[in-house]
């Protein structure tokens, strides 16, 4: 019982003044976001929230070659996945937006390169159709990605939104919300060398997508476990460019040992392959739909890309997609869904398919706040991209489990 | 004074409405753990603190070879030893606790491969003799180091405790407290690999802890600064076993270079020596006591450790112990302390003794919150392990004087 | 309106009640500090803030050699520059203060060595007059630097004040403000490698500054956005020696690649040269004066800096200034200001100096806290220090936006 309930039930203080004291605490809580602070003036509010994604996972290997040498080791991994603290409000006016987020799991041994910062940006809202946008963000690129890690339907992202998407990056938006949000746009432009990695050359990245919400607003948020009394459509596309110099550090999805551009590179043959230390123009595109109601959900992505050598003229192109359904067997508690991915890192080459199908079950016991995940994985690579790279197709087996909470 | 002091003044709120407002405030401070928020629901609570140790040490090398390419290098230097910001509370039910500790102290130049993270974890509590927690968290072995580090009697850990204990840990843990604390257990399941560091094969770890305290729960805390006026007494017993790939990147202290691992295998000649590459079982036993009482206080522990190299069949032993005591000739306030620890990291080899004589003088200001701490220690180490190896044995100064305040 | 509002014009609390009710708010936020908690006790107290320097910046180089090979290199780069959480208060008692810098733009890609820390300082007041200061701070060394970088009058430091200062140190400070801030002094022993970097041999360095103010304290901020009504003087001198040992591993500023120790040394020829191995001696010192008026301000600092090898006694010289002037065309909004900056990173050579002249103009939305500054600099560099040493001078170009953002 707070003072101002006292004081109301005794009649101290009217009605009235109960909601007007009490419409903006000045300390209050906000579930998925934490504490909330907000100035006696209320031009400045600051919420201070955590997330914890606490996992366990099991590989097993497919040992096609299982030589003492060539043996694949299985892996047995507790994981701290993603350990973020975020702050998010706005400051001087309402219109003037921040985030800040931290995510502490970065700092691994052996270190990694992605740095702690990940959306990290002020964000000037002129109209709710026109607002402007400055600082780090996730590139606006892959519906998937664009959703919060701890809004997905599965233990994790797609194997083919992994390969597709280019992650973080700093730059400029103008983006904004049309009709109440049946119409989302944004148009950017990036440095273009990913996350918490800055530009040393003057090539940079452009980014823009669309999407369209014929029955109103959707949020990014898998799994319908908001049980939608109506029907939900969300259709989106996007496209990207980019200009990277190969010898530059970067810290672009699709670039790595994850991306498309990473795996599918290799498997050209020396004279039809891009070189390190050309220049690189890529152009990505993407589109996507997702479908929720009475506790169904399902959605579904497509990616082209196509990495072009400045010097060698030579070309990659590579395409991939995934589509997932889920369906609660408890009405916002229990979930069973599954996952069908599908990657080409290479369009020109033969055996270098990368397939992943994936079954989980939900326990959402305060929707995405609190919930415990488990999912099955069969990844098949065929035999170009196997372990050890042939001579035959590997299938391997994982499994995970993962407690989140968002607080 | 607060306006719900004012009130119960006034007569505008009873007695008892002013015990059931103030109650739980949303906002108040708690000595130890920094400020507490807690959500208007009560279902929420965060305390947000920090801690600070500031240090000034003076290390006097023995030069047991001073030509000029073999003098010792003394230091003198100022450190940020420890600087942490911790988050703890509980989310979504009282059950379900939360624990977040970020020492930033460990982003240095040249950079440490620790990470930043060191406690971080969720626990469910089903009974208070039946609790599960998963997360990162210092593996329940070696009293001292499970005793938080701001809560030492020395300026730092005992070289004994630092050279067995495996450090922090991801993984999962069963733990209780039986009849009010009389006896507390875990047993717990951890990668194996040590802070921030997550398995890439599937070795994985395990430890398991007992403590009995015939006069009830004693806490892990250094020093009798409370002037326990019942005599309290603990004694505990651990274990832990863990295989790791002599390859393999690790955090674990008792692998590094002042672990009995590190120290004592390159001490064997090489037909004898664990190789490089080769997978070890190591297992490591404590015991320790600890008695508190008006002002004194005296504590110990004993260790021993084994590793087989699974390839070579070497196997190397070691073992070690501390023993500590203090008075405070100024009752919570003025202690002097002194503390012998002896290492033998090599127990098949001679003249490898590590022995360090310590003696502490300790203003405690408020408790372990905020304290002077002054020590001075004799390292006295056999030649076999002495600076230059040999021919002699060393004996090295060093003075080390810390400011330390939780807040 | 709060509740001690309504409860006031109600009349059940008094005026003074109001007064003794809200003069210390358990929850406040301050512009410039951020929320601001205190204790019921009023004995702890800490604010949180935050600082976002978002920047774009476009550099125009001079090619002087535009081969193929020696082209140089423009960059558009799209940067968070400074990324800060701050933590100031105190705790046990006011004299106790403490201040918490965490700079998140410090984990980057390609990983930097500066580590996240900046002031980590425990300071206690005996006195105004007499203060100690423990821990990691600036090194109060150059007007310019010991200006919060959220204080400029330009989008960043000047050239020279980079070139000069040692940066960050940890080390025992005695400080204080006498007459009112007529005069502040202050006197401190440091590690001497810089920030998060700390000593493993005896050398340490030394620090001292003083500064008059013949019309009141002046505080470390740029630019007369307060429009002074009556004028403000400061004139301050400081001195720093130190000790480094070439190979040490440091994070010194003079030493690296922007300081004049690291460009002007390895202009001596190969017999002059302080070699790598060697301790050097350095010694710097400085003079500096600011004056304000009614939204004029001027700036001006001069250094010298001479580093001597003890082995070989070789010895480099350096010099360097900068002054810089503004005003405001908008009173406290619009500010035109100039900046003309010198280096001579190596006195016995020619064709060494680096000049920069730079203008700004700056829209001041809430003083310092949130402001938008653009910046053209032109950037000289005489032949033996520009773009491929030579053979010709450049003239570089390069425009910055910065928004900043205190909150």
Known sequence: KTLEDVLKEKGVITEEDYKAVTRSKSLDYKLG???????????FRTAIGSSFQIR?????????????????QDSSRFELRRIKLFFNGYAFTRDLAFKLVLNFANSQNPPTTTGLLEETWMNY??????QLRFGQDKVQFGRQFITSSTALQFVDLSVVTIAFVPGYDTGLMIHGKIAGGLVNYNVAGYGGLGQNTFRTTSDNAFAARLTVNPFGDVKYSESDVEYSRKPLVSLGADFFRDTVNGSETNNLNFFGSKGWYGIGNPLLSAARRI????????????????????????????????????TTKNTLRAQGFYTQAG??????????AA???????????????????????????????LKLVADYTNIHKQKGISFNNGPNATDDRQVRFQAQMVF
Chains 1, 2, 3 share one sequence.
């Open 33 to 43: 976001e934490g504490f909330v602070f907000t100035s006696p003036d209320e031009k």
């Open 56 to 72: 366990y996972a099991f590989m097993d290997l497919d040992n096609a070659n299982n030589t003492t040498a060539n043996k694949a």
């Open 125 to 130: 809202r002129l109209l709710d159709e026109a």
């Open 275 to 310: 070189s390190t230390g050309e220049a690189i123009d890529f152009n990505t595109a993407g589109i996507d739909a997702v479908f929720k109601w009475l506790g169904c959900s399902a959605q579904g992505e497509y990616f082209i890309g196509q990495a072009d050598g400045q």
């Open 327 to 336: 369906y609660f067997v408890i009405p916002k508690k229990l979930e069973f």
């Open 339 to 369: 996952r069908y991915a599908y990657l080409d890192p290479n369009r020109d080459v033969a055996d270098d398919h990368w397939i992943e199908t994936t079954g989980a079950i939900s326990w959402y016991i305060n929707d995405h706040n």
